[in-house]
C-alpha cells in the first residue's frame, strides 16, 4: 500500500509539474494565454480472457482526466469487472497514463498503462497489485467524441486469505476494449 500512495504522489507531482510550465514569449510583445489541456473523460467496455483460469471478464471502466496535448492523456478511473465462474464483483481504481502517435488527421495509435489496486468484497481479497498495459488506435469524429479500440493485458496480483495463512494469487488475462471518449 506504501507503494501505491508513493507512485500516486509521484504522477500527481509530476502532472501539477506539467500544468505549471509557462511559455517563454522574451521581450516581444506577450501573446493571450492560450489553454493547452482540455477534459476528457471516457467509458470502456472490455471483455478479457483468463489465461490459467480458462475464464471469461466483462469490464467496464469509467475514465476522467486531462488531455494535456494531441499526445499525452493522464487521469484516474474506476469501474467494475466479473467473471461468469464465481460470479463475484473486483472495482478497480487505477491512474491511467496514455501516449498518442498521430497517424492521420483524426487517428492516433496510442498506447497506454493503468496502474492501481482492485476491491473486494466478496471474498476479502481487496489491495494488491493491478498492471493493465494497452494498445490500440484512437479515433476521434468529432471535437468532443471519439473512440479507442485497444488489445489489453491486465495483472493482478493479490492475497487470499484463509484460515491459518494467506497465499499470493495472480492472475494474467488478455483482451479487447472498445471505449467512447468525450
Request: glycine share 12%; aromatic share 18%.
Amino acid at each position: 500500500m506504501k507503494k501505491f500512495i508513493f507512485i500516486a504522489s509521484f504522477l500527481m507531482a509530476g502532472i501539477c509539474g506539467l500544468m505549471a510550465q509557462e511559455q517563454n514569449t522574451g521581450p516581444q510583445e506577450k501573446a493571450p494565454k492560450t489553454k493547452n489541456f482540455r477534459y476528457q473523460g471516457s467509458v470502456d467496455f472490455g471483455f478479457s480472457y483468463g489465461m490459467e483460469s480458462e475464464s471469461a471478464i466483462v469490464h467496464l471502466d469509467i475514465v476522467n482526466g486531462v488531455r494535456f496535448s494531441r499526445y499525452l492523456y493522464a487521469g484516474v478511473g474506476g469501474g467494475a469487472f466479473t467473471d461468469f465462474v464465481d460470479e463475484a464483483i473486483y472495482i478497480p481504481l487505477y491512474f491511467n497514463v496514455k501516449g498518442y502517435v498521430p497517424v492521420g488527421k483524426k487517428v492516433d495509435l496510442m498506447a497506454g498503462v493503468d496502474l492501481g489496486t482492485c476491491l473486494d468484497y466478496n471474498y476479502g481479497t481487496s489491495g494488491g497489485l493491478l498492471l493493465r498495459p494497452e494498445f490500440g488506435i484512437s479515433t476521434q469524429f468529432t471535437e468532443k467524441f471519439g473512440m479507442t479500440f485497444a488489445v489489453k493485458y491486465d495483472f493482478y496480483s493479490f492475497k487470499m486469505p484463509l484460515t491459518s495463512y494467506e497465499y499470493r494469487v495472480k492472475t494474467n488475462q488478455i483482451g479487447l476494449k472498445i471505449g467512447f471518449n468525450f
